[in-house]
């Protein structure tokens, strides 16, 4: 090996290097430059739809009413027909959930993380049922099958270790979906405080600012998005504001989500100014993700002493031992020669 191939050699483990500690600071700015994209073209969609609703009130005609008559009249058969559909599934789901297996297999701690990860209904829950019955019953046929032509018991137990291997893997995949959202969801509670300040601060009530944060920021909040969503239609529906926030705070085990839920809850029943306790709140938001932000910098800094002992001592090695160790090796080759 040769002293360009050294330093080669070097100056490629050192970009790896380079590139693993740079690997955060790219992801953060990827972070911020798509809700700053995103933001933006919330905006613009809400003025273009603006300007094409002024537009399409001045452009109506007859015939493009009797074509949306027509239209509407088939579409509503055919939204008859999925609706009729819809329900016996929906019968035939809950009486299987209802059944002892059912009641076996899809227990209320399984629903209850099915709704964490954004599953709701019956239909979600007799999926996850079956599926949790179906795979583990396939791979503890095809494990016994492979394992039957070599030793009986050994299929047997290949089997059914297979069953059970698959059988509660399915709830440990559960709850990793769950802790990642509810980690996804710390991170979007900031966010959600800043919009709905800004919302109050233009004049918006609390209804107004839930209905447009959904509508317009939705993309944005992946968890806190669909859930306000869910918790907008259940107070279209006859419920409370408060009930629809408490079942979101219920959902998740996180104390400053439950902290919002609370003064959102208190404002809508006594009312009052609330862009000043949200400022505050989202002060204290922040001060509590710089010191979770100081405390994952400290633990990484101590990760990243084993890639830097792999990655850049090697580097520091090579090129202050290198030329030294090459001169001891030209000088005995010489004096081997000699």
Same mark, same amino acid.
């Given at each position: ?47 273009? %739809? ?38 016996? +599934? ?30 709701? !209904? ?66 979007? *509670? ?15 009530? &609390? ?19 669909? %859930? ?19 079942? &979101? ?11 919002? $839920? ?15 306790? +949200?400022? +505050? ?15 994952? &910098?400290?633990? *990484? ?16 090695? $090579? ?7 090459? !001169?001891? $090796? ?9």
């Amino acid at each position: 090996m040769d002293a360009n191939t050294l330093i080669v050699l070097s100056l490629v483990i050192a970009a790896c290097g380079v590139l693993a500690l740079a690997l955060p600071l790219l992801k953060r700015w990827r972070l911020q430059r798509g809700a700053a994209r995103t933001l933006d073209s919330a905006l613009a969609r809400q003025r273009a %739809e603006a300007h094409g609703a002024a537009a399409s009130a001045s452009a109506s005609a007859p015939g493009v009413q009797a074509d949306a008559g027509r239209k509407d009249g088939a579409a509503l058969s055919a939204k008859l027909g999925a609706r009729v559909g819809n329900r016996l +599934l929906e019968r035939f789901n809950q009486r299987w959930l209802e059944s002892p297996l059912g009641r076996a297999v899809v227990t209320a701690e399984e629903q209850a993380l099915l709704e964490q990860c954004g599953f709701y !209904g019956v239909r979600a829950r007799a999926v996850f049922g079956a599926l949790r019955l179906l795979l583990p019953t396939v791979a503890a046929v095809l494990a016994f099958l492979w394992r039957l032509p070599q030793d009986g018991l050994s299929a047997v137990v290949w089997a059914f270790a297979a069953f059970a291997a698959l059988y509660l893997g399915s709830k440990a995949a559960l709850r990793r979906r769950a802790a990642q959202r509810l980690l996804q969801l710390e991170e979007e *509670l900031p966010v959600l405080v800043d919009i709905l300040r800004l919302l109050q601060g233009v004049g918006l009530s &609390i209804d107004q600012s839930l209905q447009v944060i959904v509508s317009e920021f939705g993309s944005m909040l992946h968890v806190l998005g669909p %859930e306000l969503n869910r918790a907008n239609q259940q107070f279209a529906s006859g419920r409370s504001r408060e009930q629809t926030l408490q079942r &979101i705070g219920r959902l998740f085990d996180s104390e400053d989500l439950r902290n919002l $839920i609370m003064l959102l809850s208190q404002v809508d029943r006594f009312g009052g100014a609330v862009q000043e306790p +949200l400022r +505050l709140f989202g002060l204290r938001l922040q001060e509590t993700r710089k010191a979770n932000l100081k405390d994952k &910098i400290g633990r *990484l800094t101590v990760k990243m002493t084993a890639v830097m002992v792999v990655t850049l001592l090697p580097v520091l090695l $090579i090129l202050t031992a290198g030329p030294g160790f090459l !001169g001891v $090796i030209r000088m005995m080759s010489k004096v081997g020669g000699t």
